[in-house]
T-cell receptor, first 115, second 114 residues
Framework: GAVVSQHPSWVICKSGTSVKIECRSLDFQATTMFWYRQFPKQSLMLMATSNEGSKATYEQGVEKDKFLINHASLTLSTLTVTSAHPEDSSFYIC???????????FGPGTRLTVL | AQTVTQSQPEMSVQEAETVTLSCTYD???????LFWYKQPPSRQMILVIRQEAYKQQNATENRFSVNFQKAAKSFSLKISDSQLGDAAMYFC???????????FGTGTRLQVTL
């Protein structure tokens, strides 16, 4: 099956700093990728849709200026959490659809802890 | 907007027994896809089984099968011959198109006991 990677797998940062998370599709091209956030013992909530060559589409209630998304190429999307605060601490997961498989492939996730 | 409801926060099953996890959904779409994902402690999302709404036949993948009732908007997962490795969070999910954004249910934590 297709493989999606995320980097870093975990990160600890100080409040007020910015953190970048990368999502890569390793063996296929993805014009669209999705970013989810999962708080402890909760479900995955879609944050935004990352579109190669155009602006990301954000879900209601997600601050686009705080969660910057850049789909730099057909295999890479980045999520930057700007001016991170402790309430941004969460598990961030990306996914990339592969139409030939008619399914989405998930990255292993990134655990962000903001002190 | 679509909603997905999982009414069982936790379930327990003995090894080798059968368990059914419930999922209901609400949509005005006529064509869509339903999924069950497994999230083990590693938190890697793993696709368990998929059902296309236009197919009347229930999907089956080895020990995993679904009971898809389109009129009732119900999509339950049956795990047969449960194994210790089946212990995980299970999420029901809905997709309106070919690999578009997913709407997840709240999840069911499955425990497998000896």
């Amino acid at each position: 099956g297709a493989v999606v990677s995320q980097h870093p797998s975990w990160v600890i940062c100080k409040s007020g700093t910015s953190v970048k998370i990368e999502c890569r599709s390793l063996d296929f091209q993805a014009t669209t990728m999705f970013w989810y956030r999962q708080f402890p013992k909760q479900s995955l909530m879609l944050m935004a849709t990352s579109n190669e060559g155009s602006k990301a589409t954000y879900e209601q209630g997600v601050e686009k200026d705080k969660f910057l998304i850049n789909h730099a190429s057909l295999t890479l999307s980045t999520l930057t959490v700007t001016s991170a605060h402790p309430e941004d601490s969460s598990f961030y997961i990306c996914s990339a659809p592969r139409s030939s498989y008619n399914e989405q492939f998930f990255g292993p996730g990134t655990r962000l802890t903001v002190l | 907007a679509q909603t997905v409801t999982q009414s069982q926060p936790e379930m327990s099953v003995q090894e080798a027994e059968t368990v059914t996890l419930s999922c209901t959904y609400d949509t005005s779409e006529s064509d869509y896809y339903l999924f069950w994902y497994k999230q083990p402690p590693s938190r890697q999302m793993i696709l368990v089984i998929r059902q296309e709404a236009y197919k009347q036949q229930n999907a089956t993948e080895n020990r995993f099968s679904v009971n898809f009732q389109k009129a009732a908007k119900s999509f339950s997962l049956k795990i047969s011959d449960s194994q210790l490795g089946d212990a995980a969070m299970y999420f029901c999910a809905f997709d309106t198109g070919t690999a578009s954004k997913l709407t997840f249910g709240t999840g069911t934590r499955l425990q497998v006991t000896l």
